[in-house]
C-alpha cells in the first residue's frame, strides 16, 4: 500500500483535526495567524468531549455526537462575542503599517487583519514546513499500514479498536488495562480522532487501523505541528514575513520533535499533545499584551485558551503541565508590568494582586494533580551533566547530530535580544526548557530531579521535544534578524532593500534545507527502523498478521482469546475486533485472569479453570511464540504452554510459529 492510496484517511484527518475548530475560531470572530494556533486544539475537545458525552450516557461514539457537540460549540462561539462585549472582534479594516524605527516591529493592533506581506510569509512558511515534514514523516512511517513495534503501541492500537466498537469515552478508556467497571481516566483524545479517522475510512481490512493511526500521525505532525509553531513565532517575533517564512524551515530541522517522539514509547497521546503545545503557547503570549503586535486581542485569546486547553488536557495531561511551566516567564512578566502601570498612574494593585494568587493557585494544582500517580520511579540519567548541557546549548538533544545552520541563527537571536533587552520573557522561556532537559539528562536521580521531571516520568525524550519549540522561534528570528540586517545595509546604499531581502530569506531557505535535514537524519532512520515489519520484528511479523487476517474466519464475534500479550498476540482485538483476554502489557488482572493466565493448561483436570474461561468465555488461544525484547513480564503466562501436549487444545490455524489454538478441555 502506498501512501496515495491512504489520501482518504489523510483528508478525512485534516477535516477531523481542522475543521471543527476553525469554524468555531471563525464563528468566534478571532483572526489572525495566532487564532489558528487554537484551531487543532479546540478541534481536539470538541471530538474527545463527544466520546465523554456519548459514555455518560450509554451511547456508542459516532460522528453524529462530534457533529453535535459541533453544533453546540459553533452556537457558543457565535453567541459569547454578542453577550460579552469584551469578546468582540475589532473594526475588520486593515491598518497601514507605519514604517518600524530600527529594532522594532511595525505597529499593528491586535485583531486587525494581518497584512497581506504577513500572510505571504505565513504561507511559504507553512508550504517549506509541510513539504519537509511530510517527506520525513512518510519516509520514516515507511507505509501506511504500517506501525511501532514498541512496548505502548499495544494499548493505542487497541484504545483505538475500542473507540471503534463504540466506546471513546476518557473516562473509561483506562478499563481496557485496568480491568475495572469503575470510571479508568485516560485521556483520550488522539484515540477518538484516530478511531473517527477509521469510522469515516473506506476500510483496508485488517490493516484499518494501522492506516487510519498513520493518517492521523501524519496530519498531526505535518499540519497541527505547523500551525502551532507558526503561531508561536507570529506571537514572539511579531508581523514579520521574514520570520514566518524561516519558520517553515526550522519546524522539521530537530529530530527530537516530531520524529522521535513517533519512535520512542511509543507515546502517541503524548506526542499529539506536544503538537498542539505551541499554538497553546501562542495563545497565553498574546493574552498576556507583551507585544504590540501580538495579533490578538488580550480577552478573546484568554477565552481561546481556555477552551482550546480542554482539547489539550484531554490529549494528555503533561502537557497542561508543561503549558504552565513553560509560559510562567511570559506570565510573570506580563504581571509585574501591570502591577508596575498601575502604580506609576496611581491606581491600587490590589486586583493584580488578587491575579497573583489565582495565577499561584491554579500553577500548584495543575503541577499537583498532573503528576503520574501510577508509582513509576522515572528513567534513568541518560547523560553526564557537561553532556546534558552541551547537547541543549548546541540544540542537540537525545545525541542527535548538531543543526549548526539552525545554531547560527539561534546564537544571533539569543545575542541580540539580550543585548538590546528586548523579550526578556522568551529567553525565560528557553531557560526553562534547558532547567527542564539538563536535570532530567544530565542530574542522578534525586528529589530535586523528580521535582522538576516528575510529571514527564522523568523521561528525557518527552522532554527534549521541549527544546525544540523556543529553537524554532529563536532559528526564525535569527533567520529574519541576520536578512534586514543585510536589507538595512544595502537600503543606506539605495540598493533596494525590501527585494533583497525576499530575495536572500528565499536564497537562505533553499541553502539550509540540505544542511537542516542532514541534521536530522540519525533521528529519521531511528524512527523508521521502529516501523520495520519483517521476519525479525519485534513485536509483529508478517506472518502472524497473515495469521490474524484469517482470525474471523475461525473466531466468532462474541468468544474471548487468551493471549501473551508481550508476543503480540494481543493486537488481535486491534486488527480484526476480536476481544483477548489482555489487550495490554501492562494491567491489573481480575481472579479469572491470573487463574488463566498461569493455570489454563490444568484445565482438563481443575474445574475451576474452566469456570474461569466460562465466565470470561474466553474459548481461544493465540501463540505467536517470540516476545518483545525478552521483557521479564512474558513469564507470567505459563499457563498458555504446552497446551495440546497437556490434552487442553487443539491446533486449529497456524502460519509459521504463529498458531491458534481452540479449547477442548471444558466440553
Not at 284 to 290: K, Y
Not at 323 to 348: E, F, M, N, Y
Not at 526 to 536: E, H, I
Not at 639 to 664: F, K, M, N, Q, S
Request: charged letters at 15%; proline letters at 7%.
Amino acid at each position: 500500500m502506498t501512501w496515495l492510496d491512504a489520501l482518504p484517511e489523510i483528508a478525512i484527518a485534516i477535516g477531523v483535526l481542522i475543521l471543527p475548530g476553525l469554524v468555531v475560531v471563525r464563528l468566534f470572530g478571532a483572526r489572525g495567524i495566532v487564532a489558528l494556533g487554537a484551531v487543532a486544539p479546540i478541534s481536539a475537545g470538541i471530538v474527545a468531549v463527544a466520546g465523554v458525552a456519548a459514555g455518560l450516557v450509554g451511547s456508542a461514539f459516532s460522528p453524529w455526537w462530534v457533529l453535535a457537540v459541533w453544533t453546540v460549540a459553533a452556537v457558543i462561539a457565535f453567541a459569547l462575542p454578542r453577550l460579552v462585549p469584551a469578546l468582540r472582534p475589532p473594526a475588520r479594516r486593515t491598518p497601514a503599517l507605519r514604517p518600524p524605527a530600527r529594532g522594532t516591529p511595525a505597529v499593528h493592533p491586535p485583531g486587525r487583519r494581518e497584512p497581506r506581506r504577513v500572510w505571504w510569509g505565513w504561507l511559504t512558511g507553512l508550504v517549506v514546513s509541510a513539504v519537509l515534514l511530510t517527506w520525513r514523516v512518510t519516509t520514516s512511517l515507511i507505509a501506511p499500514e504500517s506501525f511501532s513495534q514498541r512496548f505502548d503501541i499495544v494499548f493505542h492500537l487497541n484504545a483505538v479498536r475500542r473507540v471503534l466498537d463504540g466506546d471513546g469515552s476518557s473516562l473509561t478508556m483506562g478499563r481496557l488495562a485496568w480491568n475495572t467497571d469503575a470510571e479508568s481516566f485516560y485521556p483520550a483524545a488522539w484515540h477518538d480522532i484516530a478511531g473517527l479517522v477509521a469510522q469515516l475510512s473506506p476500510g483496508h481490512g485488517i490493516s484499518t487501523v494501522a492506516v487510519a493511526v498513520s493518517a492521523t500521525n501524519l496530519v498531526i505532525a505535518v499540519v497541527v505541528w505547523s500551525l502551532g509553531a507558526l503561531a508561536l513565532v507570529r506571537a514572539i517575533a511579531g508581523p514579520r514575513p521574514l520570520a514566518l517564512a524561516f519558520a517553515g524551515v526550522f519546524a522539521a530541522a530537530f529530530g527530537a520533535f516530531p520524529l522521535r517522539l513517533l519512535e520512542w514509547g511509543v507515546v502517541l497521546p503524548y506526542f499529539f499533545g506536544v503538537a498542539l503545545l505551541p499554538g497553546m503557547m501562542a495563545l497565553v503570549i498574546a493574552g498576556c499584551r507583551l507585544r504590540p503586535s501580538a495579533g490578538l486581542p488580550s480577552a478573546q485569546a484568554w477565552a481561546l485558551a481556555a477552551v482550546a486547553g480542554v482539547g489539550v488536557a484531554l490529549a494528555h495531561a503533561s502537557v497542561v503541565v508543561a503549558l504552565a511551566v513553560l509560559t510562567i516567564p511570559p506570565v510573570v512578566t506580563s504581571l509585574v508590568g501591570s502591577i508596575r502601570s498601575r502604580r506609576h498612574r496611581g491606581r491600587s494593585t490590589l486586583p493584580v494582586w488578587i491575579l497573583v494568587a489565582g495565577y499561584l493557585l491554579v500553577l500548584a494544582a495543575i503541577w499537583i494533580v498532573g503528576r503520574p500517580r501510577n508509582g513509576f520511579q522515572g528513567w534513568d540519567t541518560p547523560h553526564s551533566f557537561l553532556v546534558a548541557v552541551a547537547a541543549f546549548f548546541a540544540n542537540a538533544p537525545l545525541g542527535g547530530t548538531v543543526p549548526f545552520a539552525a545554531l547560527v541563527l539561534i546564537a544571533i537571536a539569543v545575542v541580540v535580544l539580550a543585548m538590546r533587552r528586548e523579550r526578556w520573557w522568551f529567553l525565560g522561556i528557553y531557560a526553562v526548557t534547558g532547567i527542564l532537559y539538563i536535570a532530567v539528562a544530565g542530574v542522578p536521580r534525586s528529589p530535586l530531579r523528580t521535582f522538576l521531571t516528575g510529571p514527564w516520568y522523568e523521561d528525557s525524550y518527552r522532554i527534549a521535544a521541549f527544546v525544540v519549540i523556543p529553537g524554532v522561534v529563536a532559528a526564525a528570528i535569527g533567520g529574519d534578524l541576520l536578512v534586514r540586517r543585510i536589507a538595512l545595509s544595502a537600503r543606506r546604499r539605495r540598493a533596494g532593500g525590501r527585494t533583497l531581502a525576499i530575495g536572500l530569506t528565499a536564497v537562505l531557505i533553499v541553502l539550509m534545507v540540505p544542511s537542516t535535514q542532514f541534521a536530522v537524519t540519525r533521528d529519521a532512520d531511528l524512527t523508521r527502523a521502529a516501523y520495520v515489519l519483517d521476519g525479525s520484528s519485534p513485536l509483529i511479523t508478517p506472518n502472524e498478521l497473515r495469521l490474524l487476517a484469517r482470525l474471523p474466519d475461525n473466531v466468532a464475534a462474541g468468544d474471548v482469546i487468551a493471549d501473551n500479550p508481550f508476543d503480540g498476540s494481543a493486537l488481535a482485538y486491534a486488527f480484526t475486533g476480536r476481544k483477548v483476554l489482555f489487550a495490554h502489557l501492562m494491567h491489573d488482572d481480575t481472579l479469572d485472569q491470573l487463574l488463566i493466565a498461569r493455570r489454563l493448561r490444568d484445565a482438563a483436570v481443575d474445574p475451576a479453570v474452566c469456570e474461569a474461561l466460562e465466565d470470561t468465555r474466553v474459548r481461544w488461544v493465540l501463540d505467536f511464540g517470540a516476545y518483545l525484547a525478552d521483557n521479564p513480564g512474558a513469564n507470567e503466562y505459563p499457563g498458555l504452554d504446552d497446551l495440546v501436549a497437556a490434552g487442553v487444545a487443539t491446533e486449529v490455524d497456524r502460519e509459521g510459529d504463529a498458531v491458534l489454538y481452540r479449547i477442548t478441555a471444558c466440553g
